[in-house]
């Protein structure tokens, strides 16, 4: 069936290293993927958004890589801080209507 | 602005009591959803709404409706609360179902 998942629950890093959030998707046709970040107690906040119709879009210490040969998505974190520590979901919008499904969360841990 | 607003934060229910939460945002945004977040899992959704008059089925839509009479407000009803509906719900917004959701604090929903 469609899911969206990620390949590791829990990821730690050491600060100021860089970080990689990894996401698969199954849905062939969905056009639109987005990364948020969690914060505990928090509701998601937007971290980047990119489109089936690029590979890679870049932020402020944020890049989003989208590889649509192996339906997979990644998050990049330069320069990882103690406040990137957070969960982060990937979704994806399946084209076909309004629904933006979710995966999983991965954990990020930030080590001092 | 005020951005998107939940309430109540917390809620406690008897199993078969019904409630209703509330969510409204003051962005004009088209598009609104509701989702719940149950621990150490991702959202799933479980209504959306692309404009006032239009709801739709999320992954999980049973035991709740919803309404979009307004712009602003998309209020969610659980008819007859169930234990398996403890969770955390969060409402949000965004201009379209393509473009970054603005999220609520969420409501903490315990039934008992």
């Known amino acids: 069936g469609e899911s969206v998942g990620l390949h590791l629950p829990t990821l730690s890093v050491q600060e100021g290293d860089n970080s990689i959030i990894n996401c698969a998707y199954s849905?062939?046709?969905?056009?639109?993927f987005i990364w948020y970040k969690q914060e505990s107690g928090k509701g998601p906040q937007f971290i980047i958004d990119i489109r089936s119709n690029m590979d890679k879009r870049q932020g402020q210490r944020v890049t989003v890589l989208l590889n649509k040969t192996v339906k997979h998505l990644s998050l990049q974190i330069a320069a990882t801080q103690p406040g990137d520590s957070a969960v982060y979901f990937c979704a994806e919008n399946h084209n076909q209507g309004g629904k933006l499904i979710f995966g999983q969360g991965t954990e990020l841990s930030v080590k001092p | 602005n005020a951005g998107v607003t939940q309430t109540p934060k917390f809620q406690v229910l008897k199993t078969g009591q019904s409630m209703t939460l509330q969510c409204a945002q003051d962005?004009?945004?088209?598009?609104m959803s509701w989702y719940r977040q149950d621990p150490g899992m991702g959202l799933r959704l479980i209504h959306y709404s692309v404009g006032a008059g239009i709801t739709d089925q999320g992954e999980v839509p049973n035991g709740y409706n919803v309404s979009r009479s307004t712009t602003e407000d998309f209020p969610l009803r659980l008819l007859s609360a169930a234990p398996s509906q403890t969770s955390v719900y969060f409402c949000?917004?965004?201009?379209?179902?393509?473009?970054?959701?603005?999220f609520g604090p969420g409501t903490r929903l315990t039934v008992t």
């Open positions: 849905n062939s046709a969905s056009d639109y």
């Open positions: 949000a917004s965004s201009y379209s179902v393509i473009a970054e959701q603005y």
């Open positions: 962005m004009n945004h088209e598009y």
